[in-house]
T-cell receptor, first 110, second 113 residues
Framework: TQLLEQSPQFLSIQEGENLTVYCNSSSVFSSLQWYRQEPGEGPVLLVTVVTGGEVKKLKRLTFQFGDARKDSSLHITAAQPGDTGLYLCAGESGANNLFFGTGTRLTVIP | ETGVTQSPTHLIKTRGQQVTLRCSSQSGHNTVSWYQQALGQGPQFIFQYYREEENGRGNFPPRFSGLQFPNYSSELNVNALELDDSALYLC????????????FGDGTRLSIL
C-alpha cells in the first residue's frame, strides 16, 4: 500500500499569515496532484507536478515536488478566508489510480 | 460543458441491502474512477473504467462492482452493505487513463443504519 501522510492534519490561522502543508511518502510517484475540497463538494484539482524538484505557482500558492518524487509541499502566502478548505495531495504511480493523502483541513480566520 | 454529475446526492440504507450509485461523466471523457471517502479521511480508490472495461482496482472486496455504459456513464454497485460502507462516494472522469486530470463530481453521501 502506498501511503501519503499530510501534516499538519488541522491548521487554523489568521488572515494574512503564511502557511506550509507537507505531503510525505516512502514511495516514488510519477506525478503528484494537489486538490482542494470544500464541504458538500468533490475535490477540485489545483496543480499537477511531474518532475523532481519542480516548483509551480498559482497566484499565492506555491507547490514543490521533492527531488526524489516522494514528497511535496504547498505554501500559501497571505492566506485569505477563501482559502479555507480541505487540501489533499494525491500521488499517481502509473497504475491508473490516485493514492490520496490524509488531508489538511485549513481554516483562515478573518 | 456539463461537469460530472452524481445521483442520488444522499442515500440511507440498512445493513445487508444493496445500493446502486450513478455517475455521468464530463463531455468528452471516456474514463471514470470511483473513490470512497470516509469521514475525515482522503478518498480511497475503488476502481476505474475505461471504454466499458475495468482498468484497475483498489483494495475493495468483490461486493463492490461497477459498470460503464457506451455513453461512458457509470454505476457503482455495493452488495451486502455493512456499517463501514457509510461514506461519501466520489466519481471522477478524465479524457483518458494515466496522467490525466480527473474531474470530480460532488459525490453521493451513503449512510448505513
Amino acid at each position: 500500500t502506498q501511503l501519503l501522510e499530510q501534516s499538519p492534519q488541522f491548521l487554523s490561522i489568521q488572515e494574512g499569515e503564511n502557511l506550509t502543508v507537507y505531503c510525505n511518502s516512502s514511495s516514488v510517484f510519477s506525478s503528484l496532484q494537489w486538490y482542494r475540497q470544500e464541504p458538500g463538494e468533490g475535490p477540485v484539482l489545483l496543480v499537477t507536478v511531474v518532475t523532481g524538484g519542480e516548483v509551480k505557482k498559482l497566484k499565492r500558492l506555491t507547490f514543490q515536488f521533492g527531488d526524489a518524487r516522494k514528497d511535496s509541499s504547498l505554501h500559501i502566502t497571505a492566506a485569505q478566508p477563501g482559502d479555507t478548505g480541505l487540501y489533499l495531495c494525491a500521488g499517481e504511480s502509473g497504475a491508473n489510480n490516485l493514492f490520496f493523502g490524509t488531508g489538511t483541513r485549513l481554516t483562515v480566520i478573518p | 460543458e456539463t461537469g460530472v454529475t452524481q445521483s442520488p446526492t444522499h442515500l440511507i440504507k440498512t445493513r445487508g441491502q444493496q445500493v446502486t450509485l450513478r455517475c455521468s461523466s464530463q463531455s468528452g471523457h471516456n474514463t471514470v474512477s470511483w473513490y470512497q471517502q470516509a469521514l475525515g479521511q482522503g478518498p480511497q480508490f475503488i476502481f476505474q473504467y475505461y471504454r466499458e472495461e475495468e482498468n484497475g482496482r483498489g483494495n475493495f472486496p468483490p461486493r463492490f462492482s461497477g459498470l460503464q455504459f457506451p455513453n461512458y456513464s457509470s454505476e457503482l454497485n455495493v452488495n451486502a452493505l455493512e456499517l463501514d460502507d457509510s461514506a461519501l462516494y466520489l466519481c471522477a472522469s478524465s479524457p483518458g487513463t494515466g496522467r490525466q486530470p480527473q474531474h470530480f463530481g460532488d459525490g453521493t453521501r451513503l449512510s448505513i443504519l
